[in-house]
């Protein structure tokens, strides 16, 4: 039994309303890293909370299928196991603290503490999650005051102290420069192996680095399910995100008739570098 | 040249009880440009656009908005001149609807109703809204939010538009629509700044570079030169786009498109041909 | 400046950090002092109140606080007793009235002055007491440990904590709004007109953000059991406990027995 299994799931925010998803089946097994990818207002991120058990709630809810997480859909869990299921990192990183703790220390301390865990066990917990997200020298911070890439960091490590099967990060990185997109992304690299992954994503670069598995999402409707390779040749992959500069020049003088037979198209700048740097330099005609 | 838009004349600003945010910062914007801000966060990128769109005002030296002392205008008056797109859209929308949104700004500028109206709908024809005018902005997704806000600033003609990480999160369909609206705004003689993390973006609309590190302007340059600048671009803490990279490393030149890169290297290799 | 924010919260919140018998104390303890200081204030003569504050303030002093004390006591009380001094002391018509420095005073009025004035002292130098001595997170712990509900110390440390947040939003709303041309330098009649497109966004986002925050408190186990597991918290003893049964107990004593007194 797959750890996440969703049936056909049709839905839209208001009754009537038009259909973010469109009839989505997906199965996710434990320990997978997923990638749902799309254009924007494709449903990625909607399906991102469905799977994090944000939806269904009172006012939306599916109008056909479902989803389940561990054979049971997540309002049959109870509440107290429920955030050891799934837990869910936003764009908006100060929307992720609760707004109960002065410290960093404290925030990671409240979900465990909320569960009425032992107090042996809880500070094990916060040891661990401060370790893995690096928030060693930040631990007497005030959430508040924290940077946005390192509040989304005490996001992580808040929701990691859960211990859950399931991490859904939503476009994590979105809001970042450069520089603490770079941070956050070796951070996320080395989350615990057997933590399952679902990170949705508008962009390819992130989600190439992070996945293994990606999910192309069109209009509600998943139309790729498959590895890098092969989302890289689809079609539509080209239309949604562009192809990067590097790999249309090299499409350019493919069509030339100027790129060496053989070669397969650069996925990297590395790559179309040691292709056409000697190709280049052999011409002769070189600076 | 025409008269600058925009004229900065040793521009210097800092908050109480802290150094210098911004020292000395001289330049100036003309109709048709196409200019970038970039510089790594706390460089003073923010400030600087708040000294732009008057916000702020300079400490020491000057702003010039369309040749008058900005020290002297509103931000009201100064918004006629010079609109701003900022990073969340959320933080200015207020109307029901979307076309109510986008009338804001050309309802208090004393124009005829047909004007108004063709202003409205011009704006919301280029941002791909036409079809969402009675939709309430919020209920739309992220990206046609952002367009909004977009639309809001283009319905009043500003002069010139400054951009605040415009293309965050879109995606191709919507990066292209964007690089259309900054293209048609250029050709009809009102200028862009983009304050801009993402380098393909920069190289592709782009054509002159404004480069702060710490306070103070590093590079003032044509989008080339300055991606050919590698002491510049560390210091502004600036990735090179994959196709200058592409280029440098085997052409020895910049190239900023793969047509432009691709043009050149097969003009070599067909010389280079026995 | 990521620490210089920190500071600004500590200003805000007015604790002073120390290791005095006062900061040991549990934090409930003072809680209850602090009650029982508010019904002395009411039931107690000024003679009294007047020795509450004095007390209040030398323990708030000892205890690291003296310049707190100073400034919220002079802006406070300066202010209160010259209104005070003017309308009871010299215009209303209050009996007992002598002349002094040519001044035609009341002396039923002047002791109505002392009777407030010493309530508002014992009042405001007690909550100085409990404020500069107790770290709202302490006070938190200690609820918690005691087996309040959580949604009690919600409701303490989210205003606390989210406020700020808040003000910066309601500014960077301001200056988009601004940058679009509404006029918020204009006259006052433009600035009325101005305010629902500062209020409009500042409640929509504030809607929004309680809708997420309800999620993430749900999705961290916030009230998924009665009683939460507090780290670290407040040291409680016998003998406070004791301390806090016997205010508890003075506190109805002192209420009947300001009924013989009035």
Redesign the interface.
Known sequence: MALIEIDNLHFSWTPGGPGVLAGISLQIAAGERIAILG???SGKSTLAQWIAGWLPTAAATAETGGLTVQGKAYGDHDAASRPGLAQFTGQVPMQQLSGFAFTVFDEIAFGPGNLGLPEAEIRARISDAIRICNLEALKDRDPFSL?GGEQQRLSIAAALAMQPEILVLD?PT??F????RDALLDQIERLPAGLTIVLAD?SLTTALRLAARFVLLDAGRIIFDGAAAALLAHPRTA????L??????A???QS?G?WPAGVPMPQ??GA??SV??P????????? | MSAPILDLRGAGFGYVSNARVLSNISFAIHPGEVVALVG??GAGKSTML?LL???LRPQEGQVLVQGADSAGM???EI??HI??V?Q?P?????NASVESEIA??PA?MGLTPEEERARISDAADRCGLTEVMATHP?DL????RRFVALA??LA?TPALILLDEAQ?????????RLGRIIRDESAQGRAVLLVC?DM?FV?AHAARVLALAEGHLIADLPVADFFADAAATRRA?V?Q???V??SL?????VAL???A??DR??E??????P | MAAAKDKDREKTLLYVPGEGWLHRLNPLTRLTGLGLVAVAAFALPPAATIVIALVATLMGTVAGAGAVFLRRLTLTLGPLALALFVVHGMLMDHPNRFGFLGLDLSHDGLMYMVKILGRIAALLSGSLVFVTTTHPSALLKALDSHGFPPGVSYLIASPLLLLEPFTQ?AR??R????????????SFFARIRAF??LL??LV??AL?DIDHRAQVLDGRGFRARPRRTVLDAPKDSPRQRLARRVMLGLAPLLIVGAFFWH
Request: hydrophobic share 40%.
């Open positions: 254009a924007n207002a940077s476009e979105s809001n420069d450069p520089e603490s508008a239309e949604i995100f562009g990067p500069e590097i790999r249309l020049a499409e350019y003088l030339a100027l990297s700048t179309a570098i056409l740097r190709l280049l330099a052999a011409s002769g005609v070189s600076q | 790594r966060n708040r769109n008057g916000l509103k931000v009201a918004s006629r609109g701003t900022f969340a959320e933080q200015q929308i207020f804001f700004g208090r919020l997704d992220a990206a046609r809001s600033v009043c965050r999160g879109l995606d191709r369909e919507n990066r292209d993390h393909d190289a803490s990735e786009p994959g196709i990279e592409l490393a085997s052409l020895g030149e498109n793969a047509r890169y691709a290297a097969a070599r290799l067909r010389k280079g041909k | 939003r960077a709303i200056e988009a709004q601004m940058a679009r041309g509404l006029d918020l330098e204009g629902p497109a409009l966004p929509t986002l929004a």
